[in-house]
């Protein structure tokens, strides 16, 4: 063969460490190597096939797309070739020379120092070609891209510092990969062992792969199959071979709609746990597209609501024009009608799922909840279903159970009128808030809300089932229990006292009142009726917005033994120092408990004045 331009190029620094990785320490099942050529090669007949709509020009027009392996036992080598789209240049230089999506190096590392297996997860990070280099030490890739006036190009490298580029002359479209086995996994050699894993991981592959004479996959679309028609197993492998995960699926859904606008069968998934990137980047896949069996989107982010973008699987549709570019395909109404009426599917199926499968629809919430939970705010068209799937823990809930607005309004007692929570950080701290008192002396249910994105949702349910929902450290809730009304609000020492309190902390707090809620704590601070809803500043902090600290109400127990003393001390000698610095230690300490203290050196001096009095 005749070649040109044979150049060398250096890979980048992160792109060695990369392969270093790979080759020497990430995997622990070299076979995988096999399912990331067998996948490349699909997408390159896929995108062919695709392009192929239209355009006449291409190469090789109207050939049969098929992947072909060849092995030599004796030699000890493999091929296998694909007629796909084929790759330029420049492709080989971009494509094959860098790492993709930035972040991966870092978190391979991670996985490496964890020694968690990375290998069964690789070809979700864009660099699968690259576990080829597990099983030989040279690897020469021949294409040539499916334009007509392209030319071909061999691609050599031993996975270690560089690799070259040559012009060669190929007849054909389509990409070819050669190799060697190395030493240690000589047993590749065998017809029968790749037969095996192909029929492990690829056996869904698009398109007819063939080992010497004999096709070795099945080429189904089994989503246009019913539920009852496909076996588990089945299920599973097609959802391990459609997103790379190792796992089994957590649930699967055969979705078959017609009329009412839309026409399509799905086959759709809810992994077991989250992508590495599904919460921090836009890259996490969804749903692929297809129409008539073809192939036209691997990633159609449009199918889903934001919200339900955990979703994998398959969507095939005859209601989509094949020969028109991505672009018409994402904005045509037909698209608004798919969406619409998968996203009700998906919603039937999590409600199922509440109802009878409980512990997995737990799993499911635990691990997409925060995604999910967003939903409340952009589709109005499903909020009422959406309410009803939140999950909260609550007081009278162990740690870690969940439980629903439904569960919670069946428990409530006939006096209760309203359904309460209330926000925090983790269940330890929110256990320990003092506005919490009163309501677990008189066995009242608070549900605990501790996802970040709670805050989000909350205050757009003011009600639920026509009872009201109240954060209980607000300042205005009512507490009406006879145990409430007990308290000696008109003593006039109290009221002296609260005077004092009022006086002292007058720049600091928009009131000072007698408190019915606690019980155990001397204090508790709640939202002034004027200040900013707590939630919503904890949300605007989160949005990245300064937030004017807002004026609370302390709340004072005049039962507490600390709020009895001061009240003999100030009968005693109402301008006693001691009585002001108590006032300020009180709201301060209430303050650190609200994660909302400005000055802990003041706060620690003031206490050692304190003991010092207390020790004399
Ligand atoms: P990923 O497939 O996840 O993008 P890979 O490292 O496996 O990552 O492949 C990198 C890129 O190389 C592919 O995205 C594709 O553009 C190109 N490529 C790999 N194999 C082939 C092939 N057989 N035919 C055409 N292009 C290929």
Known sequence: METRNAQTFEYKAEMKQLLQLIIHSLYTHPEVFLRELVSNASDAMNKLRYRQLTDDTILDRGKDLEIRIVVDQTEKTMSITDNGIGMTREDLTENIG???RSGTLEFLKKMKEEKKDAGDLIGQFGVGFYSVFMVTDQVTIETRHADKDSRGYRWVSSGESNFTIEEITKEERGTKISFKFKENVQDFADEHK???????????ADFPIFIGKDKVNAVEALWRKGEADVKDEERAEFYKFVTNDYEDPLSSLHVSVEGSGAEFKALLFIPRKASFDLMRTKQHKTVQLYTNKIMIMDDCKDLLPEYLQFIRGVVDTSDLPLNVSREVVQTSPAMTKIKAALTGKIIQWLQRMSNKETEKFLTFYKTFGPLFKTGLNSDFTNREKLIELLRFESSTQKAGDLTSFKDYAARMKSTQKDIYYLTGDSREQIEHNPNLEYFKKHDIEVLFLLEPVDVFIIPSIPEYDKKPVKAIDKGDIELDSAEAKDKKEDDDLSKSLVTLFKDTLKD?????????RLVDS?????TGNEGMDRQTERMMKMMGHEVPAGKRIMEVNIDHPVVKNLARRYLANASDDMLKK????????AQLMDGELNSRADYVKRMMDIMAEATK
């Open 98 to 100: 860098t790492i993709a």
């Open 194 to 204: 790749l037969r095996q894993i192909i029929k492990k991981y690829s056996n869904f």
């Open 508 to 516: 600091q707090v928009e009131d000072v009142k007698i408190s019915k």
């Open 522 to 526: 001397a204090v508790t601070l709640v």
């Open 582 to 589: 108590c006032i300020v230690q009180l709201y301060e300490s």
